[in-house]
């Protein structure tokens, strides 16, 4: 919710510039060079003008139908349109108006004045006072009721000038009717000033302050649980207006250009996810450390984008703004659903993103870790406990500019997921550092001029830069805007002082640069992608599908084999088994394997690669291990890596 800032008697001035209030034919009155009674202005008269009907508010907003002592019976000039004039000049001053609740004392009064200022009672003289013809003139609001507007709000007094008696006489207005055959008191005809104290003592909304918001807010009763801002309404206070969702921050063109966005990449990395899993995780019997932290990465990733496929399958604006001028809250189930996909998602990709470089890091320094499964257990509780208290806090909210459903509540977000993930991003990228500072050692000894091994190391260094610099992009991009936030609520007085402005140009709220919003979203939705291009392309993957039961189903792979699809003669040697059409292939690959593991000796760790497999679960423990240990260390001199 915004608040006014205390510091806007500057701004309240420049909303009451579009008043023009009085701004009527006595402008150009003058005293024709009489000296007026005290307590009397003077008025020119048309003979033109009528006394009229007002022709009435609208159906849908009300104005001064209640606030007139006697609506069948105003002073109209010319013709009745200069009552619809009047009327959009009325209208924008209840709108100023609305904003100076926080200023201003008794504004319903004001408005029963500004009613009586552009809509006077009429008088009609009788032909006993002009008997050469009727005319009608009007009653203008007397002083001490502009005294009293000002009085109780002194903004009021940069567009009223009280002490004037031709526009606010103490006692009434002087016409010369001499042309009309009033011959009394030199031919001036007193007409008395109007108050519309009585009116407004007696009217039954005398209560009823009349708010009218500018396009494109809305006006809500705050008061009503019914629109309260728990339920995902967002008032500009102090007033009961509500920002419009989807939140006007950028244009209607931007806030597609991400949602298509949203659409192309979260179903392409949906798929990628999908693939990875099935991969690394269904068809792989090669169950090692890294391929877990492969499979459980993708689950999460699957998790993020099942968000964006259920928002914009319902409907990003029907999800997010289930109402006119409200933002989606936990309560409505298709918003809490998402969140908590969303939010368990990213906080278990963090973790398993931390677990990653923590395993790579032992598979370095030849650390043995303690059994996986805790990695498991911890990242699956914590991600848990994470969405179970903010669930249990309602704080899932669409939120005034998003493209999901997330935690809005700054206490329950930083304790749930910025400190927590911030933790293990640390921890990650403590890992990573001493990763490429032991590669380096390694590399400085090296005598050979094979830079294999390093050319080894771009796909899982690729792959923890690229997703780890990601989540660090969504760290600093959310404090960022966090610091910020300040400002942008201060800036909502330059979105309201546009809309009153009127002059046709699109305003918007102050917000996060825009380029850097789409980047935020663009990367959370590019993890799946990310993964499948490093691992899910590898020669690793292709062997494993090459050897899962689905291909080598009788009713697949012959098909595979008629129309050379997949050449099942070019299989590397996979896992504890062969394939039965390349045995002896896979006899001369051991046979290089061999040739290869004795070459070892010639320095350290010319062939290490990034990838905890089976030997080093079972317990690699110093860096002066045995030749016999180093070995379980995976070649990759004439295998691909993943």
Known sequence: ??????????IILKLFLIILIVNNNNNNFKTFGLNLPDGYGAGLVDPTATCSNYIGDSIDQPLCNEKLANNKNIYTSK?????????????KTFISLTFLQSKCFDLNFAEFGICDIYFPPCFQTPTTITPIKSVSLPQRLCKSACERMVSNCSSLGASLNCSDPLKFPKIA???????????????????PCTDPLSTYENSESTSEFIEICPSPLLLFNSSDPKYSPDRGYTYLTPTNCVLPCVAPIYTEKKWHQMYNMSKILSTISF???IYNVLTFGILNHRRSKYNYCITFFSASVILITMMDIVTYGIGYEKLLCPEPG???VQSDVSCGATGALFHIGITNGVFW??????????????????????????????SLISVIIPLAGNAFMAGTGSLACWIRKTWY??????????????????????????IYKITKNVTTKDNRMILLQIKPFLCVTLVGGSFYYLFIFNFDNESHSKEYKEKVVDYVMCLLADTGKQCLLAGPNYVAYFVFYFFIRLFGI????IYGTSQNARDIWIHSKILNHPNIKPFLLKYNIINFNSMTHYGSGTNPTSNSKNSKNNQNNNQNNNSRKEFESKNIELEVNESISKGQTTRGADDEEESNINSASNTSSD
Request: positive net charge; hydrophobic residues 50%; proline residues 2%.
């Open 530 to 533: 990310t993964f499948f291009c």
């Open 353 to 382: 993103w931390t677990t990653m470089s923590i395993c790579l890091f032992a598979v370095v320094k030849r650390i043995k870790l303690f059994d996986f499964r805790y990695f498991i257990i911890f990242n699956t509780i914590a």
């Open 1 to 10: 919710m915004f608040s006014n800032n205390n510091n806007k008697i500057i």
């Open 79 to 91: 013709n009745i349109t200069i009552q619809y004039i009047n009327q959009k000049i009325v209208e």
């Open 413 to 438: 977000v930083n304790s749930v997921f910025w400190i927590p993930c911030g933790i293990a991003l640390t921890i990650g990228s403590i890992c990573i550092i001493l990763v490429i500072y032991e």
């Open 271 to 273: 798929v990628c996810s």
């Open 173 to 191: 207005t002087l016409y010369n009717l001499t042309d009309y055959g009033f011959t009394a008191n030199g031919g001036f005809f007193p007409v």
């Open 326 to 328: 409200r933002f989606a």
